[in-house]
């Protein structure tokens, strides 16, 4: 398959994929949302009545938002001369996310929507247990008719605790959710098949079939001025909602009434297809959310078990382990070249694999006193990746449990 289709495909693709969809993740970026002097208010009147057209036709919308910085330094007056360290920017999101969601509340309510703001930091996401209260959350307020306005906290996060850009949070909510579709709202038009700027034969590209190589060599052809994310981080958040069955959508923010013209059919941006497979939403917390907390190296052996056959992780294929963690935690599997090849929860901890590696499963009671699994990673806790991190064969990976 060639990651374009036709134009008369694409829009049939497309059309399909949005009447099909009932809920809806809208990611809408400072590039957007804020001017040099602040937050653009007409852009957030209208997200608002754009989000409730969509709401009025009984679609369920989340809406992932920046701008909080941005606010806390228009009312203080403090122009980014004074300096963007880290605690200048929580200083100012402290200040800034109650205007944010205030512009928001107003906007909202004269269209006849209520609101509700989630702050969310990368350790929310990452234990289980919250993970899955977030979700609730977000579902119960659906039930109420609300729409949930999310950001990253940024007052209170962290390098180790960030997501990176709202891109990767709002892919992470798709799925999470189990939202049909993410629409990424940008102040580029979409993907070109070359930089428009500089090359007269540059094409847009309306619809993506699979995200290859070529495409995430498209991402340098946008010329985003502002945000953290750039097209870079949307393409990645786009592949991670189609591993899960999502479609996404790439395009003008400030367009005036860009969402109703979506939803009827009109080409614009750049559309990406869901992937012929999907993997489980559990798969996607262990491959997207958590963090590796060490690393085991394997033989070319158990590469080719977990690779090319779906299998579990064995003791006696594992050469080396790195780091210091517990049962349950989340590694990444390496092979002898230091490439990345998967993501598992190990059924032990790092000092007892040490003890194990290299050994038969039947060693294991003789060796620690104890066998509480045959594996080191059981594959239904195991996810296979590519080099990029990114999940690369969910044909291995089937299921749907959250």
């Known amino acids: ?3 374009q289709v036709s134009r008369e495909d694409g829009l049939f693709y497309r059309q399909t994929l949005f009447d099909q969809a009932r809920r809806v993740v809208i990611k809408v970026g400072s590039a957007v949302l804020t001017t040099g002097d602040g937050l653009n208010q007409e852009i957030i009147d209208s997200l608002a009545r754009q989000i409730g057209f969509l709401c009025s036709t009984g679609r369920e919308v989340i809406l992932v938002t920046s701008g909080a910085v941005a606010a ?35 906007a909202f309510l004269r269209h006849g929507l209520q609101v509700a703001q ?26 109420f008719g609300v ?7 940024d007052t209170v996060s962290v390098e180790e605790l960030r997501f990176g850009d709202n891109d990767t949070l709002a892919a992470l909510i798709t799925n999470m959710i189990g939202a049909d579709m993410l629409i990424l709202l940008t102040d580029v038009d979409g993907l070109y098949t070359a930089n428009p700027l500089h090359d007269p034969s540059a094409r847009p590209v309306y619809t993506v079939a699979e995200i290859d190589a070529a ?15 750039g097209m870079r981080s949307k393409i990645r958040a786009a592949r991670m909602v189609a591993a899960c069955g999502g479609s996404s959508f790439i395009g003008p923010g400030r367009h005036p009434d860009l969402l109703r013209e979506l939803f009827s059919g009109d080409l614009i941006g750049t559309f990406f297809l869901p992937g012929r497979e999907r993997i ?54 390496l092979d002898e070249d230091g490439e990345i ?32 699994s045959d594996e080191v990673i059981h594959r239904d806790n195991l996810v296979l990746l590519g080099p990029d991190g990114m999940h690369r064969d969910p044909a291995l990976d089937s299921g749907n449990g959250q």
Not at 147 to 153: G, K
Not at 215 to 229: C, D, I
């Open 72 to 106: 806390g330094r228009q009312r203080l007056g403090i122009t980014k001369d004074f300096g963007d360290t880290l605690k200048v920017k929580q200083a100012l999101a402290a200040m800034g996310q109650g205007l944010l969601m205030q512009a928001y509340e107003q």
């Open 215 to 229: 495409v995430e060599a498209m991402a340098g052809h946008s010329n985003s001025a502002l945000g953290t994310g």
């Open 341 to 372: 090849i998967a993501a598992g929860l190990t059924n032990y901890g790092a000092a007892d694999i040490d003890r194990i590696k290299g050994h038969n499963s039947k060693e294991i009671q003789s060796i620690l006193g104890f066998r509480d």
């Open 280 to 333: 489980s939403g559990r798969k996607h917390w262990i491959a997207y959310v958590l963090r590796p907390q060490g690393s085991l190296v394997v033989d070319r052996g158990a590469r080719r078990a977990l690779v090319e056959e779906g299998r579990s992780l064995l003791p006696s294929g594992i050469l080396t382990v790195h780091g210091r963690f517990g049962v349950g935690a989340p590694v990444h599997c």
């Open 147 to 153: 729409v949930p306005i999310i950001n990253e906290n």
């Open 118 to 143: 989630l702050l969310l930091t990368h350790a929310d996401l990452s234990d289980r247990s919250r993970y899955l209260n977030v979700r609730n959350t977000i579902l119960t307020l659906f039930d």
């Open 1 to 3: 398959m060639t990651f």
